[in-house]
């Protein structure tokens, strides 16, 4: 594996996750959220907390070029490849974890779902674009 490639690739999927995410959350679901903030007693504005989304969304976009590095010689370099790393990756960091927190009813159903069908986008787009960059030593 070219983990110099990874490094690359992953930090344009995380610039695009953190981009698209900013969408989806600072415009999509804005209302939910600020719901949830009411509910909460939360002061309006929110905490920013930048540097923990950047870190996540860096995290999101080198996950992503990772596992299209590790299941290229599977599947073979190129888009359906990175699709296919996308969505993986998309599936183990949104509705996954989002249905394991639906008991504790911090968020509603309809909200966890909403968030999950906005979130692929950026995630895939970012590990599609990632990937690009990416080639074998």
């Known amino acids: 594996m070219n983990y110099a490639r990874i490094a690359v690739g992953g930090l344009v999927a ?3 996750c953190f981009v698209g ?3 989806v959350h600072g415009v999509l679901l804005q209302s939910g959220w600020m719901e949830i903030a009411s509910t909460l007693h939360l002061p309006k504005g929110g905490s920013g907390g930048y540097e ?17 590095a590790m299941i290229r010689p599977r599947f073979g370099p190129g888009p359906r490849t990175a699709l296919i790393a996308g969505l993986l990756t998309w599936a ?3 509705p996954i974890p989002l249905c394991g927190m639906i008991p504790i009813h911090f968020f509603g159903r309809k909200f966890a779902l909403l968030w999950s069908i906005y979130g692929v986008f950026p995630v895939v787009i ?6 690009w960059l990416y080639r074998e030593p």
């Open 52 to 68: 923990y989304f950047s870190l996540y969304d860096l995290a999101k976009g080198v996950a992503s070029v990772l596992l299209y």
């Open 126 to 131: 970012g590990a599609v674009a990632g990937s």
């Open 14 to 16: 995380g610039i695009i």
């Open 21 to 23: 995410d900013g969408i």
């Open 92 to 94: 183990l960091v949104l």
